[in-house]
């Protein structure tokens, strides 16, 4: 069992950002978001790019507010991550 | 009566960002330098990382994926900075006191029966109303 699953079990909304879709495909995940060509590692962005990361963060936690079929997962793709 | 490891289990989201809790749950290796770094080639063991924490006294351990850049900017993989900008700017309501870490492992058996529970215990206990999960 996922850490994911067992908190909405308990019904603690979450939500996971993942680098890594296909992996995270196969867990079936409750609510996950994916930055697209995000590199593993870079979850939110590289370092220091502050306001990528919180687009990030929000674009993720917003599922919450609009969710998608659980299982699935949204992505969206960032132009600034790749202009470092 | 079990549930089908077929079934995904889902929680709506009832309240709203801006007034809500949110605390980090994630297995990227994330922990204090003063705590016990993770084993690197297996651990089922989580960290609690205080709400209040600087973001220069974490570190990382973790053998599986690259994290030079996290070692640079712990937001990368463990965004607690931003939190707390997000929450100055009222996105979300606050920030968790505490978050919780693991690293790398592959005894799924032991995680499922033991850290996870503990870990979900730690999170209820926290009042969160939300959490953020990252990967490496």
Do not use: W
């Not at chain 1, 909405?8 to 978001?33: C, N, W, Y």
């Not at chain 2, 220069?56 to 965004?79: E, Q, W």
């Not at chain 2, 799924?108 to 529970?117: A, G, L, Q």
């Amino acid at each position: 069992m996922s850490i994911q699953r067992a908190l909405e079990m308990m019904a603690i909304p979450s939500v996971l950002i993942t680098t890594d879709k296909e992996q995270t495909h196969m867990g079936r995940p409750s609510r996950a978001f994916s930055p697209k060509g995000f590199k593993i590692g870079h979850s939110v962005g590289k370092p220091g790019q502050k306001e990528l990361h919180k687009k990030v963060i929000k674009d993720a936690l917003s599922l919450l507010i609009n969710p998608i079929e659980p299982g699935k997962i949204a992505e969206r793709e960032y132009p600034e991550y790749h202009e470092l | 009566m079990e549930i089908s490891r077929l079934c995904i289990p889902y929680t709506p989201f009832t309240g709203k960002l801006e007034e809500s809790k949110v605390a980090l749950v994630s297995t990227a290796g994330v922990h204090l330098k003063d705590q016990p770094p993770f084993i690197l080639d297996g651990d089922t063991s989580f960290r609690i990382i205080p709400g209040n924490v600087e973001s220069r006294d974490l570190m990382i351990t973790h053998g599986h994926y690259d994290h030079s850049d996290a070692d640079k900017d712990i937001n990368c993989v463990f965004p607690i900075d931003r939190l707390r900008e997000l929450a100055q700017e009222k996105f979300i309501g606050s920030v968790s006191e505490i978050h919780i870490s693991m690293g790398y492992t592959q005894a799924f058996r032991e995680v499922r029966e033991k850290t996870i529970p503990e870990i979900v215990k730690q999170i209820q206990d926290s009042r969160a109303d939300i959490t953020l999960m990252t990967g490496g």
